[in-house]
């Protein structure tokens, strides 16, 4: 029995997703980029050729869960350790048994959970023995590794980045956990909707963890109703602590709530331009599709009238890209409630609009001689650039033709 089996008396004890870990890669869910066919981490759990690595992601996106694929996968002695308990003298321990394996050829693997915890000094401990293939180092943390652990351990592990999984795929664990009669729930008559169990898989954010830990919840709170446990909308909000709201990504609400979050920060309104922000964000909206929305109404609504509402909307976006969500939530509002705040005026977008429109339906206009580039030898010989008045030699300002026809775009 490796690390990871359980006596089916034992297992029975433990929460649901805990039991629910996929045992090889068949049965894992998710992390296509990583573990697809062909794949290099994919080929190399096959093959048993597993390298020091680092898996970055966030709760509940599969770290422990394929750590656990791979120690049912190795015959390396696989041993677990987590780094918020874990001191330098039993990492010096750890080390010295992988030692004194490796003569024998037996290979250890070592994986730190929450490896980001460990402190410079616990980090350094492992780097003498990864570089001499005396053990396998495998760390798992939500924080970016290139920020929390050192440049030395990074270099020499694999950095494999997890991404949140997908609605789709977290309703895939909750069915197999519904269907499952040896680990999961499969020997209880459970009436769950088809919307209830949506709205967990959706609000728990692609935490497959988080998930299956509501389901446990309401299956095991909700009475038996004639021998049926009946799990509704209601139960499922209550489980997972969320509220279900009416909010299609790609549908109806999508595009009205975007649309009254716009014509809100148009209209100055702060307290409607933060309802709106809020609906979007608790309905799972992509943050940088909202950015781009401030990004957008800063220079279509407020443009000119404080240029800084422009500036404050691109550094919101880039924020969001580096912070991600929850976080990204504050510095939306707070970008959003700049613009809605700011004074309005649309007259760069009427200029191009309407600069657009004559470029479209009107005869093209040529370029002046005297606004023609003179930069180039026989530029002169045909007149290029003649008559030009160089404003700067005029005080900055000269009276000089800059169109061949008369218009009238930009108004203040």
């Not at 894992?28 to 994919?42: A, N, T």
């Not at 992601?57 to 791979?70: D, E, F, N, Q, Y």
């Not at 020499?156 to 991404?163: D, W």
């Not at 446990?216 to 109703?225: D, G, L």
């Amino acid at each position: 029995m490796n690390l990871f089996e359980e006596k089916s008396s034992e297992l029975k004890n433990k929460p649901l997703a805990f039991r629910m870990s996929p045992r090889n890669l068949e049965e894992y869910v998710g992390q296509r980029h990583l573990i697809g066919e062909g794949k290099l981490l994919r080929r190399a759990i096959d093959s048993d050729r597993i390298t020091s690595l680092i898996l970055y992601g966030p709760p509940g996106s599969g770290k422990t869960a394929l750590a656990r694929v791979i120690a049912n996968k190795t015959k390396a002695i696989f041993q677990w350790l987590n780094a918020s308990t874990l001191s330098i003298e039993e990492i010096r321990r750890n080390l010295s048994f992988a030692r004194q394996r490796s003569p024998r050829s037996e290979k250890t693997i070592l994986f730190i959970d929450e490896i980001h915890r460990l402190n410079r000094v616990s980090q350094d401990a492992f780097l003498p023995d990864v570089e001499e293939g005396n053990v396998i180092l495998i760390g798992a943390t939500t924080e970016n590794p290139f920020f929390y652990l050192t440049s030395a351990l990074v270099s020499r592990s694999h950095i494999f980045e997890l991404k949140p999984l997908e609605d789709e795929e977290v309703l895939e664990i909750l069915k197999r956990a519904l269907s499952d009669k040896e680990r999961g729930l499969g020997n209880l008559n459970i009436d769950i909707t088809d919307e209830a169990l949506w709205h967990i898989a959706k609000s728990s954010e692609g935490d497959a963890r988080k998930a299956l830990s509501a389901l446990e919840v309401a299956v095991f709170t909700t009475k038996e109703q004639d021998g049926v446990i009946k799990i509704d909308l209601k139960t499922a909000e209550e489980s997972i602590q969320r509220k279900h709201i009416v909010y299609d990504k790609s549908g109806d609400q999508h595009y009205d709530t975007a649309s009254a979050f716009i014509k809100s920060m148009r209209g100055s309104d702060p307290d409607a331009t933060v309802y709106w922000l809020a609906k979007m964000i608790y309905g799972g909206e992509d943050p940088r599709f909202i950015a781009r929305r401030i990004i957008i109404a800063a220079s279509e609504d407020v443009g000119n009238a404080d240029p800084m509402a422009l500036v404050v909307a691109n550094s919101a976006a880039q924020a969001v890209e580096m912070i991600g969500m929850p976080e990204a939530r504050i510095i939306l509002a707070q970008a959003a409630l700049y613009v809605a705040k700011a004074p309005k005026s649309n007259a760069c977008y009427r200029a191009i609009e309407a600069a657009m429109k004559d470029i479209e339906h009107e005869r093209t206009l040529p370029v002046p001689e005297h606004l023609k580039d003179a930069h180039y030898s026989g530029a002169k010989k045909l007149g290029r650039g003649e008559g030009y008045k160089y404003p700067h030699d005029y005080g900055g300002y000269v009276n000089q033709q800059y169109l061949p026809k008369k218009k009238k775009y930009y108004t203040e």
